[in-house]
């Protein structure tokens, strides 16, 4: 009887053993998780650039695509990201190219295009925003921040051409003036059209 006591109570304390092995191994795994996902998406193109990496919201891309209604020529999204708005404004027919550093997320957005059958309208490109030739775009994107949107400006004043439209999400330049507003708050999206 005190042996079969003794054997339940070593099996409960394993059992309690093996929980607990579980539960450090769980929260190892998450922060070694993070820890990877840090690393490959945000931290080594943080140190090459000032612009992490937050994906626009679905209210956001909304937006840009109620935007984009109506306007001819190709859209370029500067910073593409996951490329979901490279793929909405392909969605909606727009020879949309996107210009991203970060391989993962160029992976992931290529592969996104081409299971959408987007493959044709939406292009991925791994290269500096600032090395992207704008004269090509009727229309811009940007989900940029205040330090990268000063160093944008200037390039903006050389190679916008006329009628083209300009859209910065969240942030505005710094000192050009929006021709409209859609949204408030951090949800406003500042437009700039060239005349
Ligand atoms: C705020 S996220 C916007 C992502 C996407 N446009 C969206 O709205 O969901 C900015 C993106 O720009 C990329 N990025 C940062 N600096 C860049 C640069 N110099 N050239 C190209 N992409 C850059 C980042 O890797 C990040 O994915």
Redesign the pocket.
Known sequence: MDDSIEMELATLASAERDRSFLLVKGIGGAVCLTYVVNTA??FP??R?????????GRS??DR?LRLLEGRPGKVA??????????CAAATQGFHTD?????PF?LGYSRLMAHRKGLASLARFHR??????DLRLYNNI?????PL?LRRLEQKLAEEVTSGSRVIC??YQLPTWAPTSTLGEGIETIYVYDKV
């Open positions: 998406l945000v193109w943080y090459r650039s000032p612009l992490p990496y937050v994906a626009s956001q891309v840009v999204d500067l910073g593409s990201g996951d490329g979901r708005i490279v996107g210009y991203e550093l970060n997320l290269k500096d925003l600032f090395e992207a994107v940007i989900y940029g921040e990268i999400c969240r």
